[in-house]
């Protein structure tokens, strides 16, 4: 073979490479910035959902107070010991998962999500800390499909044990006033990403973090809405005050299974007195296709958003 041909054979096997890489990419809805790829059902040619700008982690939005991506939590000391409750900083009463990474409390007897603090890049201890979860992204492979009457949707291709850490909702932190404005845009057929995450603190204080995927967010953004949900919610702060809404799983779940959380953001789908004040049945609301034998029938909306 003469060098000319084997220089024009290189040439081709570089350009199968670089489309190869580019279909593989294309395929990937995390577009290679997750553990593990997030395929497309069905492969290859056929409808794919909105493009959008994937991120993993959240990003400062217009009115957001704190930049998410600062650090202003101080690292734990634990460099010869164990991070253990009593002694790591990080762990005020409890460990927050168990030996199998299984987030702990997640029973029936567990009231209210309980403060999850891990250990930041700050912290003296090593990355196998058992208090390091949620940093450390997706650890299962999941696959975005349409659903019949739902959109697109989010199902595992593989078991999840009970209390894993499934995925995160991120996307744009916003001020209250800009959420107010993205959602008087809306039309009565546009998508609604955005969620308010309400923690009750102290002396009857209440802190928000609204959180809008739309436009710059990650494969929590598929999740449907579900009146019998198999993922759970929880804030979990790692680097500072700004909580990463992680989603754990809420019982075991089976491979092709369809994942999906209460979009109220309800704690093991409890309802409270505050949450039946917010519930405006004038309100012209989207149906839930959900299922579920509990099916409010309607999505849950929350009417403060919509306030003047």
């Known amino acids: 073979m003469s060098a000319e041909a084997v220089e024009q054979r290189s040439l081709g096997t570089a350009a199968a490479e670089e489309e190869s890489a580019t279909l593989k990419e294309q395929q990937d809805v ?3 910035l997750e553990n593990f790829p997030v395929s497309v059902w069905p492969l290859g040619a056929g409808p794919r959902p909105k493009p959008f700008q994937y991120t993993p982690d959240h990003v400062a939005g217009p009115g957001a107070d704190i930049d998410p991506t600062q650090i202003t939590f101080p690292g734990c000391a634990c460099s010869d010991t164990p991070c253990l409750p009593g002694t790591c900083s990080c762990l005020r009463h409890e460990n927050n998962y168990d030996d199998s990474l299984c987030l702990s409390n997640i029973g029936l007897e567990a009231k209210y999500a309980k403060p999850v603090f891990e250990c930041n890049v700050l912290c003296q201890c090593g990355e196998r800390c058992r208090n390091r979860v949620v940093q450390h992204g997706l650890q299962f492979h999941l696959q975005v499909f349409q659903t019949d009457k739902k959109g697109w949707g989010l199902r595992t291709l593989e078991s999840i044990p009970k209390g894993r850490f499934v ?4 996307g744009e932190i916003l001020g209250f006033s800009e ?3 993205r959602i008087h ?3 009565a057929h546009d998508p609604n990403y955005i969620i308010a995450i309400r923690e009750h ?3 009857g204080q209440v802190m928000e ?4 995927p739309t436009y710059i967010g990650n494969i929590g953004r598929f999740l449907n809405h579900s009146c019998e949900p198999n ?4 804030p979990v702060r790692i680097d500072s005050m700004v909580p990463k809404l992680a989603l754990f799983a809420a019982k075991a779940i089976l491979p092709g299974e369809e994942l999906s959380y209460d979009y109220s953001g309800r704690f093991l789908n409890q309802i409270s007195s505050e949450d039946k004040e917010r519930i405006d049945p004038e309100q012209l609301r989207k149906p839930c296709y959900c299922g579920a034998p509990s099916c409010a029938t309607f999505l849950p909306y929350d009417s403060s958003l919509y306030c003047p």
Do not use: H, K, P, S
């Open 231 to 234: 993922l759970l919610m929880i």
């Open 185 to 187: 845009l809306q039309t």
């Open 167 to 170: 995925c995160e909702y991120a």
């Open 201 to 203: 603190i102290y002396n």
């Open 179 to 181: 959420v107010q404005r």
């Open 209 to 212: 973090t609204f959180v809008d």
């Open 30 to 32: 995390a577009r290679g």
